[in-house]
Nanobody
Framework: VQLQASGGGLVQAGGSLTLSCAAS????????MAWFRRAPGKEREFVAS????????YYADSVKGRFTISRDILQNMLYLQMNDLKPEDTAVYYC????????????WGQGTLVTVSS
């Protein structure tokens, strides 16, 4: 599956952004979809994931309570609603998918840059 992330931009601290990820084919049989990010000079890190129809969502501690991941299976879309953004959220955000439990995320979008100013 090919993934296209969008929605990044420049926002002030405390603001909100919604990232979108469009899949090139139906995603109903994709086990899990996720968001990762890579901040300048840092390793890529997990942000959030959603499995199945969207009931099972998981978040990194750093974004829990501020970010919400959701999945629209009918539209082949993945979203990340980001509220109360902080300068440390500045990063390139990537969407990804994996086919099954225990398997790696093996399809990646090109990334969208989020910059949070203080």
């Amino acid at each position: 599956v090919q993934l296209q992330a969008s929605g990044g931009g420049l926002v002030q601290a405390g603001g909100s952004l919604t990232l979108s990820c469009a899949a090139s084919r139906p995603t109903f049989n994709i086990y899990s979809m996720a968001w990762f990010r890579r901040a300048p000079g840092k390793e890529r890190e997990f942000v959030a994931s959603v499995a199945g129809s969207g009931v099972n969502a998981y978040y990194a501690d750093s974004v829990k309570g501020r970010f919400t991941i959701s999945r629209d299976i009918l539209q082949n879309m993945l979203y990340l609603q980001m509220n109360d953004l902080k300068p440390e959220d500045t990063a390139v955000y990537y969407c990804a998918t994996k086919a099954g439990y225990g398997k790696p995320y093996d399809s990646w979008g090109q990334g969208t840059l989020v910059t949070v100013s203080s």
